[in-house]
């Protein structure tokens, strides 16, 4: 079946440690991103990235880092820089433009910083 | 600056009729979402409106006012699985997409 996943469902890291969350898909989407879902917000855009080699800062990048080395994984770091890390982030992917294409999504990372 | 609106949350019965709107204002309009998430998962999409109108698809009916600003989810014959999150993302002129905070929609039996 294809989908996105990612690792781990539940993330804990001290305080000034760099994470890394993973993401995968194998629905050969060309378009990949990184959402922060914080409670009684919208999501809010980290990255994207829209073919492989090449990535664009979306609204919040500050403190967050990505790749895309491969089609099919786009991983998120969150730095010792990013000053409230503690948010549930959600993978997804799109066929085309986001605009007007559907968005598939991963189960998310609930991360914990302490 | 660009505002989606949503109820933060609602309350219906099961086997009822429940519409959750959402308004918007945003530089342009090129496209409205709903998506449903259910607690702690993913969202899943349930439609895509561009032109005004009501959209049927089972159960799930959305509708879209270009010049009003405004659209609505109309849920029906109402199931406890029903019970998620309903979000409303809108794309803008520049082809991003806004989106709002999202509905929690509780069903009681």
């Known amino acids: 079946d294809g989908g996105i996943t990612q690792s781990p469902k539940y993330l804990f890291r001290k305080e000034g440690q760099n994470v890394t969350l993973s993401c995968e898909q194998n629905?050969?989407?060309?378009?990949m991103y990184w959402y922060r879902q914080d409670p009684g917000q919208g999501l809010r855009l980290i990255y994207y990235?829209?073919?492989?080699?090449?990535?664009q800062k979306g609204d919040i990048a500050e403190g967050y880092s990505v790749s895309r080395e491969k089609k099919e994984s786009f991983p998120l770091t969150v730095t010792s820089a990013q000053k409230n890390p503690t948010a549930f982030y959600l993978c997804?992917?799109?066929?085309?433009?986001?605009?007007?294409?559907?968005?598939?999504f991963g189960p998310g990372t609930r991360l914990t910083v302490l | 600056g660009q505002n989606i609106d949503q109820p933060t949350e609602m309350t219906a019965t099961e086997g009822a009729i429940v519409q959750i709107n959402c308004t918007y204002q945003?530089?342009?309009?090129?496209?409205l979402f709903w998506y449903q998430q259910h607690a702690g998962e993913a969202p899943t999409f349930l439609s895509y409106?561009?032109l005004d109108g009501l959209e049927e698809k089972g159960r799930f009916s959305s509708f879209l006012s270009r010049s009003k600003g405004y659209s609505y989810l109309l849920l029906k014959e109402l199931q406890m699985k029903d019970s998620a999150s309903y979000l409303c993302?809108?794309?803008?002129?520049?082809?991003?997409?806004?989106w709002g905070a999202g509905t929690k929609l509780i069903i009681k039996p």
């Open positions: 997804a992917s799109s066929k085309g433009d986001p605009a007007y294409n559907e968005q598939f």
């Open positions: 629905l050969n989407h060309d378009a």
């Open positions: 990235s829209q073919i492989v080699n090449d990535f």
């Open positions: 945003t530089s342009g309009f090129n496209g």
């Open positions: 409106n561009v």
């Open positions: 993302a809108v794309t803008d002129s520049n082809y991003q997409l806004i």
